[in-house]
């Protein structure tokens, strides 16, 4: 098949959180299977020039009642033959990802990529069978296709749109309906109108041939309130055309035994270098050189992530005698209370606030317990990192964490992690208490769940195999 990806994010080239690590991931793995998979995102200020080629002539995209020209920019993701084709308008494209994403900007930006993908298209002469969009951003992609796009030579093409996270719905006014180019039509409740508003996630909701989320338990927590962030009712409208694929990782990326941002390696086998990155990371933050648990966290500061329900409690969780390590950014508050107390310099926390990969690397690697106290986590990777790296994920029992962490039982000797239901700072830090002494007390058994973690299949692969089926649904639902 022929599957186009049209994202506001691919990682290595632009990457604000896990959709990034899925769009530059997801598609080696289908290429893996024999299909011709191509990937499309905007060149914001930061994508490199360098790494891509520039196409010779430039791209017409009929938006905002006029024609923008775009530059076309073509490489190749990293470590594979999968094309990624890069739109240039600065005008449209400077600046960061979602810098001012709910404004007309945010609303012309991703509507110029959208309509920018049927028009790439046409001009490489390549007709994909599948256009695959991913959340908000790219949720005029369905709506256009159904309309405006529904001609030569897209008469038989069928889309996919994958729910990253139903939380971001920004609302936009109804006029963008004809600076996009779109038909009055479509400005319907099955379709893209929400309380007299336009609503990209709900015309991606209703206009997709499929639907896809990222774990099991999110596409069932979806179909509620309030999970469903008041499209519940469009989830169980669509039925069994929403299919949950858990996410993979790259396991290129993050591999403890090659990774290029860490000073030691190591393997399920020999945990030595684990040890090394510890006393390399302590040393790198100003940690005391000391043998007691060190607790990570990686994560946006947003109220999604539950970070705010640890903020309030790390001294109590550093009165068990551990470490603690957190690189994020998000809520200035959140960022404040966190700084504050690294400025506190018993050696016992540090908080880097920021977007940093190498860190993240070092704090998987370096950790021995990962804290994500998430409200809702449609899958989270953090916690799959961290079970490759063996480091053993504390979370809250939501979405994809129950799918992809397996809780400790001490009588079986079974378990990948330590799960949590209620969100409060007490059932938090007695579950982090119980990790603490079972990596003291039950050191055999610690040792096994690391061995059990990091022996895990989490790439790719089987994940693949089930886009594959839903492309083939899409196509069969959509054709005549
Ligand atoms: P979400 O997409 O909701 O933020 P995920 O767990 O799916 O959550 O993915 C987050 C991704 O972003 C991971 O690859 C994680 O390592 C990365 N990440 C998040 N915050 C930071 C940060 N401050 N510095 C570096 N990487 C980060
Ligand atoms: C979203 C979700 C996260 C998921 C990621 C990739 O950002 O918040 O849970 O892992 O998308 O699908």
């Given at each position: 098949?022929?599957?186009?990806?049209?994202?506001?994010?691919?990682?290595?080239?632009?990457?604000?959180?896990?959709?990034?690590?899925?769009?530059?991931?997801?598609?080696?793995?289908?290429?893996?299977?024999?299909?011709?998979?191509?990937?499309?995102?905007?060149?914001?200020?930061?994508?490199?020039?360098?790494?891509?080629?520039?196409?010779?002539?430039?791209?017409?995209?009929?938006?905002?009642?006029?024609?923008?020209?775009?530059?076309?920019?073509?490489?190749?993701?990293?470590?594979?033959?999968?094309?990624?084709?890069?739109?240039?308008?600065?005008?449209?494209?400077?600046?960061?990802?979602?810098?001012?994403?709910?404004?007309?900007?945010?609303?012309?930006?991703?509507?110029?990529?959208?309509?920018?993908?049927?028009?790439?298209?046409?001009?490489?002469?390549?007709?994909?069978?599948?256009?695959?969009?991913?959340?908000?951003?790219?949720?005029?992609?369905?709506?256009?296709?159904?309309?405006?796009?529904?001609?030569?030579?897209?008469?038989?093409?069928?889309?996919?749109?994958?729910?990253?996270?139903?939380?971001?719905?920004?609302?936009?006014?109804?006029?963008?309906?004809?600076?996009?180019?779109?038909?009055?039509?479509?400005?319907?409740?099955?379709?893209?109108?929400?309380?007299?508003?336009?609503?990209?996630?709900?015309?991606?909701?209703?206009?997709?041939?499929?639907?896809?989320?990222?774990?099991?338990?999110?596409?069932?927590?979806?179909?509620?309130?309030?999970?469903?962030?008041?499209?519940?009712?469009?989830?169980?409208?669509?039925?069994?055309?929403?299919?949950?694929?858990?996410?993979?990782?790259?396991?290129?990326?993050?591999?403890?035994?090659?990774?290029?941002?860490?000073?030691?390696?190591?393997?399920?086998?020999?945990?030595?270098?684990?040890?090394?990155?510890?006393?390399?990371?302590?040393?790198?933050?100003?940690?005391?050189?000391?043998?007691?648990?060190?607790?990570?966290?990686?994560?946006?500061?947003?109220?999604?992530?539950?970070?705010?329900?640890?903020?309030?409690?790390?001294?109590?969780?550093?009165?068990?005698?551990?470490?603690?390590?957190?690189?994020?950014?998000?809520?200035?508050?959140?960022?404040?209370?966190?700084?504050?107390?690294?400025?506190?310099?018993?050696?016992?926390?540090?908080?880097?606030?920021?977007?940093?990969?190498?860190?993240?690397?070092?704090?998987?690697?370096?950790?021995?317990?990962?804290?994500?106290?998430s409200?809702f986590e449609p899958?989270g990777?953090?916690?799959?990192?961290?079970?490759?790296?063996?480091?053993?994920?504390?979370?809250?029992?939501t979405g994809g964490l129950?799918?992809?962490?397996?809780?400790?039982?001490?009588?079986?000797?079974?378990?990948?992690?330590?799960?949590?239901?209620?969100?409060?700072?007490?059932?938090?830090?007695?579950?982090?208490?119980?990790?603490?002494?079972?990596?003291?007390?039950?050191?055999?058994?610690?040792?096994?769940?690391?061995?059990?973690?990091?022996?895990?299949?989490?790439?790719?692969?089987?994940?693949?195999?089930?886009?594959?089926?839903?492309?083939?649904?899409?196509?069969?639902?959509?054709?005549?």
């Amino acid at each position: 098949m022929k599957i186009l990806f049209v994202a506001s994010e691919c990682t290595p080239f632009a990457k604000a959180g896990g959709l990034g690590d899925v769009v530059g991931a997801l598609p080696k793995a289908l290429h893996r299977l024999g299909h011709d998979v191509r990937v499309l995102i905007p060149r914001y200020a930061a994508v490199d020039r360098r790494v891509f080629t520039a196409l010779p002539a430039p791209l017409a995209v009929p938006i905002g009642g006029a024609e923008a020209w775009c530059g076309v920019l073509e490489g190749r993701l990293p470590g594979s033959d999968v094309p990624v084709y890069v739109l240039e308008h600065d005008r449209l494209f400077g600046g960061g990802i979602y810098d001012g994403f709910d404004s007309g900007h945010g609303l012309l930006r991703f509507g110029l990529l959208s309509r920018g993908a049927f028009q790439l298209c046409r001009y490489l002469g390549w007709t994909p069978d599948i256009f695959h969009a991913h959340d908000w951003p790219t949720g005029w992609v369905p709506a256009m296709l159904e309309t405006v796009e529904r001609r030569d030579p897209f008469l038989k093409a069928a889309s996919v749109f994958t729910i990253h996270n139903m939380a971001y719905q920004p609302r936009f006014y109804p006029q963008g309906l004809l600076e996009l180019g779109l038909p009055l039509e479509v400005f319907r409740p099955d379709a893209l109108e929400d309380h007299g508003q336009l609503n990209p996630f709900k015309g991606g909701l209703w206009l997709s041939s499929m639907l896809t989320t990222v774990s099991p338990t999110y596409a069932k927590e979806i179909g509620a309130s309030p999970g469903g962030s008041g499209l519940e009712s469009v989830i169980q409208h669509r039925g069994d055309q929403v299919v949950g694929i858990l996410n993979g990782i790259d396991e290129d990326d993050w591999d403890p035994e090659r990774d290029r941002y860490l000073p030691a390696h190591f393997n399920a086998q020999d945990l030595s270098g684990k040890l090394a990155c510890k006393r390399a990371l302590q040393a790198q933050l100003g940690l005391a050189p000391r043998d007691v648990p060190l607790l990570g966290v990686v994560s946006r500061l947003t109220h999604q992530k539950g970070i705010d329900v640890l903020a309030k409690i790390i001294e109590r969780v550093l009165g068990l005698d551990v470490q603690m390590v957190v690189v994020g950014s998000g809520d200035a508050e959140l960022e404040r209370s966190l700084v504050a107390r690294s400025m506190v310099k018993d050696g016992r926390f540090f908080a880097w606030i920021g977007y940093n990969e190498e860190l993240a690397h070092r704090i998987e690697a370096a950790s021995d317990l990962f804290l994500m106290p998430s409200r809702f986590e449609p899958c989270g990777l953090n916690q799959m990192y961290s079970q490759r790296y063996g480091t053993l994920p504390v979370v809250r029992g939501t979405g994809g964490l129950v799918d992809t962490v397996e809780q400790c039982d001490l009588l079986t000797g079974r378990g990948t992690g330590f799960i949590f239901w209620d969100l409060h700072e007490d059932a938090l830090y007695e579950t982090i208490r119980w990790a603490v002494s079972t990596m003291r007390e039950e050191p055999l058994h610690f040792r096994r769940m690391q061995r059990t973690a990091m022996h895990k299949k989490q790439g790719w692969d089987v994940a693949a195999k089930a886009y594959e089926a839903v492309y083939r649904r899409a196509l069969q639902e959509r054709r005549p």
